[in-house]
């Protein structure tokens, strides 16, 4: 029976019983976070199960493309090393929603199994849930399994994912006890029985799952039951298939027979010769072409992050295993023609997209290609040292050859040794802070280059004339040319741009020649010594090999280099006035400003902060020159120069001497101190635990912020009607104004209130001998309420009082009750009563009770209902 009829069986087989049939979900589940793709049939029925959606069916059946690549079901390492694993599979399914439960399916998978694919009884093992006596019951008593081949598993209660019968499809969701069939393929394959040490062989596969789906697993771990408990199972095609065609592994059934043949041909083709038929390289390839094709026909392409690094990772492995077998050019892309002709009549959208899914695929193949050879070469001269491989090496294939790192583990795996990934994990981190504290992700992240390096000549100079392009990027991809519009990445021979490093930002500029025009927002290291222009192609175009007027813009380098200079003098300022530990922990130099992080445990005063600006402008005045030696870092060491922490350098190092400073710098600086013009201290604060930050602007930015403080004093003084210079006293006279013109309202508030209060004596009316006042109290605040209430407590003796003040849509109540009554009437139940008639509710001591609500249209009504209230009370 071939794949294709296989799934047509099993979808008949649950329509007869009452199953709609219903379409794959894509791979890509459309409305589910939590997902990163979908890996089982069930997901597209989520809230069918957690009751929040309504189908017009409560029976389903589906053939559902799954991807596990990623998340909580992750197959991704099996592939290639058992029998059973693919990344991209189709799973049959039937689902019941709130209808049938363990005893129907149950019966259900028996018949399909034994009666219509006609499997031997005795070949097929069962497991359940420890606990689940019920469903070991059915299969035992109505079935008739025997004792023998029913496996209880799942005794680890405490554990987080409990156990392998207990099912759940991420960390929150659906979930509930299985049962699992197995298929028993003889005593010829390695693998012992479920339960067994031996179960994770090849021997014995679990083909089938049902899961009885009767709690909703949510993030705290707690589990709810389900509004009904229903049904969900799951069966890999491809395992199925295996059985019935009477081949062990999945990759013998018909649907894999061409797939590996045309990886073959594709392989040799690609400078494989006449690579070995049965090479497992061969099998990952062939999986991996669909998981990849299915992928980008949902609409992922590869990239660094979530599903489009998923994909990347996926195509990287299967274009390593062909290089591996020794393909030297792109072949991977060239096999989703021969998955459309396997496929494409099951699923049409294969067929519709492949066009595109090959280009995309072609575009990622290509790229790969440009560093692999390199990556493979570092690689093997790793494992030649012996041992495993180091984190180190991991991270800079990953970093620079663009080897994801599950990559590396793959061939370290062939080899038998392992990676440090904590290592790995460590530098990648560090990496991400450094990419984070830069402010920005970077453009040229994951850019491949093989060339020449580029010349740095912009501290002498601001244009270079004869810059020759040596690589172009659009989109992140490599390419020969650039066109009007194009958003690029330009590598240059030799440039006067700055790249961004050291804390101080690229330059921008402009790129010219004859007709065309790039304008280069900003300027930034693709390698350590590789620069990349970013900018767009605003006229002409651009080919590798031309050559360019490089111009960088003099006005915003000016800018820049005025800050970072006057960093450095801010630095030695910093360490003369707080003391030797301050310690530079990051800094940002931009045209704007300079932000400066150091270690230090207290916040500057003003003092300090003043005295700092003076140093400063001390060395500005003394317009003292600036220097840059290259030197030995030994020689570097012995000037005194200072140094950061834990920073590597190189074994010649930039001294940067300027006024008073000397540090290790490669950044660009003023000619002399006096260039910086003014400094001035804006901003201090604390970031982490004992890192402080202080920010500074210098020459014109520093004159345009001392203006705009000025303008504010002027303004203020202004709306005074003063001069600034009188400002001060002004103010304070005002001040005391506030204050005693404060008083005499509070004392007009409370004379008005208790005048109010005595004229609403006269409405009290007298039940069964407490007199009740409700009235509104016109224009009263909270503590007028309050304190209006107390009055009319004292006055009116034995009383029950409301008192309501409207103010816009909001209303204040205060419920009173005189401490000879509140044995009959609480004031917290009263207020609570008025209340909720305006929309709000409220409580307090049985005395005295405020609340808010929220519609005054209510407030004649509720407070008409007091009296009859506190009647049905005393
Ligand atoms: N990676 C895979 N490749 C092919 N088929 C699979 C894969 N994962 C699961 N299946 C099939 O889907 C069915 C239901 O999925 P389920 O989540 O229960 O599998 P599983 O317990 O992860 O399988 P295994 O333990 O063999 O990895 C399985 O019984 C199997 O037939
Ligand atoms: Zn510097």
Same mark, same amino acid.
């Given at each position: 029976?071939?794949?294709a ?30 997902l990163?793709f ?22 389903a ?15 991704l ?33 028996w018949?399909?199994l ?14 359940v849930y ?5 469903a ?28 392998d ?25 390695a ?14 596969i ?11 697993r ?10 009904k ?6 069966m890999?095609l ?6 019935l ?10 649907t ?31 999986d ?36 591996k ?34 280009e995309?695929?072609?575009v ?12 493979? +070469?570092?690689?093997?001269? =790793?494992?030649?040292? *012996?041992g495993?491989?180091? @984190?180190? #090496?991991?991270?800079?294939?990953? $970093? &620079? ?11 370290c ?8 990934e ?20 970077k ?5 491949a ?50 790249? +961004?490093?050291g804390?101080? =930002?690229g330059?921008? *500029?402009?790129?010219?020649? @004859?007709? #065309?025009?790039?304008?280069?927002? $900003? &300027?930034l290291k ?13 006229e002409?175009s ?10 960088v ?15 450095h ?22 045209a ?15 003092e300090?902060?003043?005295?700092i ?14 220097? =840059? ?5 030994d020689?570097?060491?012995? #000037? ?28 660009t ?6 260039d ?28 345009a912020y001392?203006?705009?403080?000025e ?23 005002v001040l ?13 508030k ?13 409405q009290?009316v ?7 006042l409700?009235?509104?109290?016109e224009?009263?605040?909270?503590k ?10 004292d ?15 909001k209303v ?19 207020v ?35 009296a009859?209230?506190v009647?049905?009370?005393?």
């Amino acid at each position: 029976m071939k794949a294709a009829e296989i799934r047509q069986t099993f979808l008949k087989f649950f329509e007869s019983k009452g199953h709609q049939i219903v379409a794959s979900s894509p791979v890509v589940p459309g409305d589910d976070p939590t997902l990163l793709f979908t890996n089982a049939g069930m997901n597209q029925f989520k809230d069918v199960f957690l009751g929040f959606d309504k189908r017009s069916y409560s029976r389903a059946t589906t053939s559902q493309k799954c991807i596990r690549a990623g998340g909580k079901h992750n197959d991704l390492d099996n592939v290639g090393y058992t029998a059973r694993h693919h990344t991209f599979f189709e799973m049959l399914g039937n689902f019941s929603f709130g209808d049938y439960f363990k005893k129907d399916a149950i019966a259900y998978a028996w018949e399909l199994l034994t009666v219509n694919f006609g499997l031997p009884a005795d070949k097929l093992w069962v497991t359940v849930y420890s606990e689940d006596d019920e469903a070991y019951e059915i299969w035992n008593k109505t079935v008739g399994v025997p004792a023998e081949r029913i496996v209880r598993i799942g005794d680890n209660k405490g554990a987080r994912y409990m156990s392998d019968n207990f099912w759940m499809m991420g960390d929150t969701g659906p979930c509930g006890p299985c049962t699992e069939i197995f298929y028993d393929h003889g005593p010829d394959v390695a693998g012992g029985p479920p339960g067994s040490a031996e179960q994770d062989g090849d021997r014995y596969i679990e083909i089938w799952n049902n899961v009885f789906m009767q709690f909703n697993r949510t993030e705290d771990g707690v589990m709810h039951p389900l509004p009904k408990p229903s049904v969900d199972t799951g069966m890999g095609l491809e395992r199925l298939a295996a059985v019935l065609q009477h081949v062990h592994s999945n990759y013998e059934i018909d649907t894999f027979v061409n797939l590996l043949a045309a990886a073959k041909s594709a392989v040799d083709a690609a400078g494989g010769g006449d690579c070995d038929k049965d090479s497992p390289s061969l099998k990952v390839i062939a999986d991996h072409i669909r998981a990849c094709s299915f992928t980008v026909v949902d609409g992922v392409i590869p990239g660094n992050a979530g599903r489009g690094y998923v994909l990347r990772r996926i195509a990287r492995r299967a274009i390593r295993h062909g290089y591996k077998l020794g393909a030297r050019t792109p072949f991977f892309h060239k096999l989703v023609a021969a998955l459309s002709a396997e496929m494409g009549e099951a699923y049409p959208e294969l067929r519709q997209a492949q066009a595109r899914v090959t280009e995309v695929l072609r575009v990622e193949e290509e790229r790969f290609f440009q560093t692999i050879a390199t990556g493979m +070469e570092i690689l093997e001269a =790793a494992l030649a040292k *012996g041992g495993n491989v180091d @984190g180190d #090496t991991a991270f800079k294939l990953h $970093d &620079t050859y663009g080897f994801p790192v599950d990559l590396t583990a793959d061939v370290c795996r062939e080899r038998g040794v392992t990676v440090d990934e904590a290592r790995f994990n460590e530098l990648l981190e560090e990496q991400k802070n450094r990419a984070r504290a830069a402010g920005k992700f970077k453009m040229a992240q994951g850019l491949a280059y093989s060339g020449v390096a580029t010349e740095f000549h912009g501290y002498e100079h601001l244009v270079c004339e004869t810059s020759k392009v040596t690589a172009i990027y659009v989109d992140g991809a490599q390419v020969d040319a650039a066109q009007a519009g194009d958003d690029a990445v330009i590598v240059l021979d030799h440039t006067p741009f700055y790249a +961004e490093s050291g804390g101080q =930002a690229g330059d921008s *500029g402009e790129l010219r020649n @004859g007709t #065309t025009r790039v304008v280069v927002a $900003d &300027t930034l290291k693709i390698q350590a010594d590789v620069f990349g222009h970013h900018g767009q192609v605003v006229e002409g175009s651009v080919k590798v090999g031309d050559i360019f007027t490089a111009r960088v813009d003099a006005e915003r380098r000016a800018k820049t280099v005025r800050n970072h200079s006057a960093t450095h003098l801010m630095h030695k300022a910093l360490r003369e006035v707080l003391g030797a530990h301050v310690q530079q922990k990051g800094s940002l130099v931009n045209a704007e400003r300079t932000r400066f992080d150091f270690a230090h445990n207290a916040p500057m005063t003003a003092e300090q902060i003043k005295e700092i600006e003076a140093i400063v402008n001390a060395e500005i005045l003394a317009n003292a020159a600036a220097t =840059a030696k290259v030197m030995a870092l030994d020689d570097a060491q012995k #000037t005194g120069a200072m140094m950061l922490f834990g920073e590597k350098y190189g074994d010649n190092v930039r001294v940067l001497s300027i006024g008073s400073s000397k540090e290790l710098c490669g950044g660009t600086h003023v000619k002399a101190t006096g260039d910086i013009g003014l400094f001035k201290i804006v901003a201090e604060g604390g970031v982490a635990a004992g890192i402080r930050r202080v920010e500074a602007v210098t020459g014109e930015n520093a004159l345009a912020y001392l203006q705009s403080l000025e303008a504010t004093v002027q303004a203020a003084a202004q709306t005074l009607k003063t001069s600034p210079a009188d400002l001060e006293g002004r103010l304070h006279a005002v001040l005391d104004q506030i204050k005693s013109l404060e008083k005499e309202l509070t004392a007009a508030k409370s004379k008005l209130a208790s005048a109010q209060g005595d004229e609403l004596m006269a409405q009290a009316v007298d039940v069964k001998g407490i007199k009740v006042l409700a009235a509104r109290l016109e224009g009263a605040d909270a503590k007028t309420l309050r304190e209006t209430m107390d009055k009319l407590k004292d006055k009116l003796k034995t009383a029950a009082i409301v008192l309501a003040a409207v103010d816009g849509d909001k209303v204040q109540i205060a419920a009173g009750v005189t401490a000879d009554s509140v044995g009959k009437v609480k004031a917290g139940e009263l207020v609570n009563f008025v209340a909720q008639q305006v929309g709000g509710k409220g409580g307090g001591k049985p005395d005295m009770a405020m609340a808010g609500g929220t519609q005054p249209a209510g407030v004649a009504a509720a407070l008409a209902s007091v009296a009859g209230w506190v009647g049905e009370r005393v």
